[in-house]
């Protein structure tokens, strides 16, 4: 027997739903009030403490205070103390050559350069096209030793470098080490006027009649165009099967990795970028795209967008990764500028490679695991091993080949 439900039963029904609604509601907005709060006072307490210790510092500090000096120190140990890896605070200057270099240019002379720790000399691996370098005449393998009248040893390898750099316009002095004919050792004082300089991101070679060597430094906006140059004049030459070399590639730009990828995947997803609140962007292909054997080597200095490369080539099963497993750092970063020129970063995404996990603190693994020498690598640094010492190129080698 079915019973009829009065009207007041149902409007008191209604009513108690409405108000326990309206009581959860309340309860989570109290919630996110209360946390809002104690983030508000949390850091309110850290700038009175601030405060504090700045108000007794200039009231007994017998020293001269530089406010700019001081400035750049307080936000610098505000980025540090976020826990971030990869954050960073760049003072004006620093900020200024960060974005230069990322728009794939750089002001100085024009060389890559490595530091021999036997010789504490700073050697010159190559010199980039159209440099002052170039025009001045400087080599790869010479030894710098002085620059101006400082001594390298005596400076130190970062602090030489960035002596070396300079602004636009002004000369530096370099005394170089030169072995001559009959291996007797020149030296030669050579003036350089410092210029804006393209940065060379990929180089390229034939290993073979058959196989293409590309060596990718770094990830900038201009990597995609010497990519896809290198790629046709290698295959202009009668390559077919090509190794990618990204060993020591610290990754870089977001838009030179996709559009880098974009040349080499069929059509589908690149990358998926995943934001904090968890929604997913996801960045596709065309459907164009390189029909070829590839592999590409890796080591535990493979990091970020050089990561996303290899794993991404190894998901579309276009690659066989050969080396050792990267670095892991799945993590994007945002640069913001502040107002007087300075400029942080901090880690805005999570960038996760196209049907892969993210490798953040995990890395990419190779299919096949090598490594180089490391008699070898005692006597000589990375980038001058020859082809028959580095052990992980013979590998590749021997893949296409065999």
Do not use: C, W
């Amino acid at each position: 027997m079915n019973k009829k439900v009065s009207v007041s039963f149902t409007l008191m029904i209604t009513s108690l739903a409405v108000l326990v609604t309206f009581m959860l509601t309340y309860v989570n907005t109290i919630n996110a009030a209360d946390r809002k709060l104690q983030d508000t006072l949390g850091s309110r307490n850290a700038y009175s403490k601030l405060y504090d210790v700045d108000k007794i510092v200039r009231d007994m500090y017998i020293g001269e205070i530089e406010e700019q000096k001081l400035t750049d120190s307080i936000i610098d140990g505000y980025i540090r103390g976020i826990g971030d890896r990869y954050a960073e605070y760049m003072p004006r200057e620093k900020f200024a050559d960060f974005l230069q270099e990322n728009r794939g240019t750089m002001v100085g002379i024009g060389v890559r350069v490595i530091f021999d720790n036997d010789k504490n000399l700073i050697e010159v691996i190559s010199v980039m096209p159209d440099s002052p370098a170039e025009a001045g005449g400087m080599l790869p393998g010479d030894l710098i030793y002085k620059v101006g009248d400082e001594f390298i040893a005596e400076l130190g390898y970062f602090a030489s470098v960035e002596k070396i750099k300079g602004a636009k316009g002004t000369e530096v002095t370099l005394t170089i080490l030169r072995k001559g004919i009959n291996i007797n050792i020149e030296e030669k004082i050579m003036k350089f006027i410092r210029d804006e300089v393209s940065m060379q991101t990929v180089s390229s070679r034939k290993i073979n009649e058959n196989i293409g060597y590309i060596r990718i430094l770094e990830f900038n906006k201009e990597t995609p165009n010497e990519f896809i140059s290198a790629m046709t004049e290698l295959q202009r030459d009668g390559a077919e099967q090509f190794i990618f070399d990204v060993r020591y590639n610290p990754g870089g730009d977001l838009d030179g990795i996709q559009k880098t990828l974009d040349y080499l995947l069929p059509e589908g997803p690149i990358i998926r970028i995943v934001y904090k609140d968890g929604h997913e962007e996801v960045k596709y292909s065309d459907a164009n795209h390189i029909n070829a054997p590839m592999i590409v080597l890796i080591n535990e200095n493979t990091a970020s967008a050089a990561e996303l490369f290899a794993a991404a080539l190894r998901d579309y099963e276009k690659a066989t990764l050969i080396g050792m497993k990267t670095y892991g750092k799945g993590t994007m970063q945002t640069i913001l500028g502040l107002g007087d020129g300075s400029g942080i970063r901090i880690s805005q995404y999570m960038y996760n490679p196209p049907y892969g996990g993210n490798y953040e603190n995990i890395g990419v693994s190779p299919h096949i695991e090598i490594k180089l020498p490391e008699e070898v690598l005692k006597e000589k640094n990375f980038y001058k091993l020859t082809d028959e010492e580095d052990t992980q190129l013979q590998e590749a080698v021997k893949r296409f080949t065999q």
